[in-house]
């Protein structure tokens, strides 16, 4: 099983862009995927989750402004970020589960099973 995070770039203030995240190897549309991001220094933070049936969920700092979807027959999952800011800078990854996490765990990066290789977001102007 593999996850291929990508779409990442640089970006000024204000600006989008939209994340990938594709999974081969097997299915996850019913399963749980996040995305999370880290900066140097900082601990891995979770920004967005989608869980089974399509329930989003979002850390409180990107809500309003990104959104969390999936393709089921692509098996992909996107992250739409919108009036991004110089502190969404970050490397973002996507991660997925096995199981069907409760909302309280998705944070957590022990939930997830796999992760991707991470797609660098720069904003600056």
């Known amino acids: 099983v593999q996850l291929q995070a990508s779409g990442g770039g640089l970006v000024t203030p204000g600006g989008s862009l939209r994340l990938s995240c594709a999974a081969s190897g097997r299915s996850f549309s019913s399963n749980a995927v996040s995305w999370f991001r880290q900066v140097p220094g900082k601990e891995r933070e979770w920004v967005a989750g989608i869980r089974q049936g399509g329930m989003t969920h979002y850390a409180g700092s990107v809500k309003g402004r990104f959104t969390i979807s999936r393709d089921n027959g692509k098996n992909t999952v996107f992250l739409q970020m919108n009036s991004l800011k110089p502190e969404d800078a970050a490397v973002y990854y996507c991660?997925?589960?096995?199981?069907?996490?409760?909302?309280?765990?998705?944070?957590?990066?022990?939930?997830?099973?796999?992760w991707g290789q991470g797609t660098q977001v720069t904003v600056s102007s």
């Open positions: 991660a997925a589960s096995l199981g069907r996490p409760i909302l309280s765990s998705l944070p957590d990066p022990d939930t997830y099973d796999y």
